[in-house]
């Protein structure tokens, strides 16, 4: 039934860019969050009134996290392939696409985690302080627990917006979904692939958003 609808559609090859779709948003939103995390910390708590606060640290990171946040990120892929070839050793494949996702995603994450923060009551904040907890135990114990669910749907936007990331990088052949609607249906005019292609992108999306909006639910005390 499969063959007579997209007669152009390889099910063994499609089956394997699934994969590697899933195999890149997967990695990537692991060190997203890890490095989203670290930055939005550092921009919250860094900030006017923060625990840390600092206007010099401050303007830096967010700096640093506005710069990458503008670069479109084709142009960013471009601009890391010198580090990317050094750094994994080829500018294609998979693996290849990891620290352009990565570096493209972690700023964007990070200021979400920066509003989930800001989110949390300053009064517990005030509380613990009160009680001598240290800046780590109110990292640990207050910060990021109160700001779960935020973080949590911080996660699933982010992860949505990898699945579109790792399309793009398909293009100068990273492997995915993308790589095998461009070269296997766009180039060889098989619209039928890039149609396929684009319904497992939509239904991966479908998946991550039903996930996190479970977990995100869940985990909400409202």
């Given at each position: 039934m499969l063959k007579e609808l997209f007669p152009n559609v390889v099910l063994e090859d499609l089956i394997v860019a699934t994969g590697e779709t899933f195999y890149m948003t997967l990695l990537a939103l692991v060190g997203t969050v890890i490095f989203?995390?670290?930055?939005?910390?550092?921009?919250?708590?860094?900030?006017?009134?923060?625990?840390?606060?600092?206007?010099?640290?401050?303007?830096?990171?967010?700096?640093?996290?506005?710069i990458f946040r503008a670069i479109p990120f084709i142009v960013l892929i471009l601009l890391l392939i010198p580090f990317t070839k050094m750094l994994i050793g080829?500018?294609?494949?998979?693996?290849?696409?990891?620290?352009?996702?990565?570096?493209?995603?972690?700023?964007?994450?990070?200021?979400?985690?920066?509003?989930?923060?800001r989110e949390v009551n300053k009064g517990v904040i005030e509380a613990a302080q009160s009680m001598g907890a240290k800046t780590k135990t109110i990292i640990f114990k207050v910060l990021l627990p109160e700001s779960m669910p935020a973080l949590v749907s911080g996660i699933t936007v982010t992860a949505i917006a990898l699945i579109g990331y790792t399309a793009v990088a398909g293009v100068i052949g990273a492997g995915?979904?993308?790589?095998?609607?461009?070269?296997?249906?766009?180039?060889?005019?098989?619209?039928?692939?890039?149609?396929?292609?684009?319904?497992?992108?939509?239904?991966?999306?479908?998946?991550?958003?039903?996930?996190?909006?479970?977990?995100?639910?869940?985990?909400?005390?409202?």
């Open positions: 989203g995390v670290l930055l939005g910390l550092l921009l919250y708590l860094t900030s006017n009134g923060g625990l840390w606060q600092n206007k010099g640290v401050n303007l830096i990171v967010a700096s640093v996290v506005n080829t500018i294609r494949g998979p693996n290849a696409a990891l620290p352009a996702l990565i570096i493209g995603s972690a700023p964007f994450y990070a200021r979400l985690v920066e509003i989930g923060l995915g979904l993308g790589d095998f609607a461009y070269f296997h249906g766009f180039m060889r005019r098989d619209f039928d692939v890039v149609f396929v292609c684009t319904v497992l992108i939509v239904i991966i999306v479908f998946i991550f958003q039903f996930i996190g909006d479970f977990i995100t639910n869940k985990m909400d005390k409202r």
